[in-house]
């Protein structure tokens, strides 16, 4: 039987906190302003990640910010793995996302799997203009071509590692944490 351990405190609260807001401004910078940005949440903690910087784009340009949620389970490529019925959630991307430009939001990157299903789920929804990726780590070991345009911190991780993101709206607290299995 194999456990996961705390290995290493990546980020505090603070920490990402500061994370977001970087990221934050560099969306407004790359995207001259928050005109036709929609921020999409990938569940799970990409959605409230998501709702974090759409909150500081907002502070930033005085403007609200369209903000989406998306599931993808149904877009996955290990969807015969999750079980015979696996638990879809609601997608809710508000208004029309054609032309517009779309920044997905995800805790982590990794295989670039997720992402992959990501796009196809969005591709399935409208023609955005652009698509851009913000993540607020990026551990590597990528299988697919993908890569974050916007990064709260990249950390080089060995695959017997795992990077736990918790989020005070589903865990309780903010936090990121290295966590490595053990036999």
Request: proline share 4%; charged share 30%.
């Amino acid at each position: 039987m194999t456990n996961l351990v705390d290995k290493t405190l990546l980020m505090d609260g603070d920490a990402i906190r500061r994370s977001l807001i970087r990221v934050a401004h560099e969306i407004v910078e790359k995207n001259k302003g928050s005109a036709d940005l929609v921020l999409v949440g990938i569940r799970t903690r990409g959605v409230p990640l998501a709702e974090r910087l759409a909150e500081e784009i907002r502070r930033i340009e005085a403007t609200p910010i369209t903000f989406g949620v998306l599931d993808i389970t149904l877009y996955r490529d290990d969807l015969s793995r999750l079980g015979y019925q696996p638990v879809v959630r609601e997608t809710k991307i508000p208004g029309n996302i054609n032309g517009k430009n779309v920044i997905l939001v995800d805790d982590v990157l990794y295989t670039g799997r997720t992402i992959r299903a990501a796009l196809d789920a969005i591709m399935d929804i409208g023609r955005p203009q652009t698509i851009q990726l913000a993540v607020l780590i990026d551990r590597g070991h990528r299988e697919l071509p993908i890569r974050a345009d916007y990064v709260g911190k990249n950390v080089p991780t060995s695959h017997r590692e795992t990077v736990s993101v918790q989020l005070g709206e589903i865990d309780g607290e903010d936090r990121v944490v290295i966590q490595e299995m053990t036999a």
